[in-house]
């Protein structure tokens, strides 16, 4: 095991990082699998499953290669969690397995892919334990603590550089995740997800989510990021100046500019407009002065990643 940039986040640069697009629409939509409650890390138990996963995660590691950018592969466990991994059948050992597994997979990437001018981050999803838009059932930050302390301390034994709250809908939750990574002397990034108005689905605005939870936690997270929402729904909402808008590093915005509330009734994947969406991202530069880690959510794959990396390189090099 080797934790490479753990006590250095090479992200935590001005330069350009990649991550990929949307790891569960992409293996439904294009590659016809099936995931069970949208857990992709299913597919590792099967070798076909996790050629699959290689074959996606290989795909961006090309694209970084390419543009000669760093990149963050996220690992495959955005549902590797004690109750969604109970309702697919896994035990806590199995599951816990299962997220040292999706790691390993990442380290193999990284073995065949990085390079001096490529650095590839390794990052340990965690989603969260209820619905992704609905905050139904809040848990308190201390039960939010608890229960994402398991797949935490997984990650903590293996090659992950960080962790990645990803699709984090309101604080108390984020609180607690952060306070595991602590626990676990591991970075971690937290990205909220908003709704069509900039909010988060509790109605609370970024801004008031970032510097709660930084309070909280003395400023734990290495950055803040915004995640599964259009562009559009969130531009007016960080057209704001303050510290806050400097600890937002990240976006993985969706494809498309429909709310959560139409994506899940939709039958078809709206995979919008790469071209316009690599547009969108370059704009947002202007108004998130340190936006540098740039990847994709629902309905994007590796055309809006290259997209998004035409329209941003430039910008990096002050072309």
Not at 190 to 209: C, K, N, Q, Y
Request: aromatic share 8%.
């Amino acid at each position: 095991m080797v934790t490479k940039y753990r006590r250095h986040l090479p992200q935590l640069s001005e330069r350009l990082f990649l991550a990929d697009g949307g790891i569960e629409t992409t293996l439904i939509f294009h590659e016809g699998l099936s995931l069970p409650d949208f857990a992709a890390f299913d597919l590792l138990k099967t070798a076909d499953g996790t050629a699959a996963l290689r074959k996606y995660f290989r795909t961006y590691a090309e694209i970084a290669k390419r543009f000669g950018t760093g990149l963050i592969l996220e690992s495959a466990t955005w549902r590797a969690s004690g109750d969604w991994g109970a309702r697919l059948g896994y035990s806590a050992h199995a599951l816990a397995d299962a997220n040292r597994q999706a790691i390993r997979l990442l380290e193999e990437i990284r073995e065949e892919s990085e390079t001096g001018e490529s650095p590839i981050v390794i990052s340990g999803c965690v989603g969260p334990r209820g619905d992704g838009y609905v905050p139904k059932f809040a848990m308190s930050e201390t039960d939010a603590e608890r229960y994402h302390r398991d797949q935490v301390q997984a990650f903590a034994g293996t090659a992950a550089d960080m962790i990645s709250a990803i699709t984090m809908n309101y604080v108390a939750e984020a609180v607690g995740i952060v306070r595991a990574a602590r626990a676990a002397d591991l970075p971690v990034a937290i990205s909220f997800t908003v709704e069509t108005d900039g909010r988060l689905p509790t109605g609370e605005s970024l801004r008031s989510a970032i510097e709660e939870v930084d309070a909280k936690t003395g400023r734990y997270p290495a950055y803040y990021a915004i995640n599964c929402a259009h562009p559009t729904h969130f531009e007016d909402a960080v057209a704001e100046t303050g510290d806050w808008i400097g600890r937002i590093r990240a976006v993985r915005a969706n494809a498309s500019r429909q709310s959560h509330a139409e994506l899940n009734d939709s039958p078809e994947l709206d995979t919008g407009n790469p071209a316009e969406l690599g547009g969108d991202y370059a704009r947002l530069m202007s108004r998130l002065p340190r936006l540098n880690v740039m990847g994709g959510c629902c309905g994007t794959d590796h055309r809006h990643i290259t997209c998004i990396a035409e329209a941003c390189l430039p910008l990096f090099q002050g072309t």
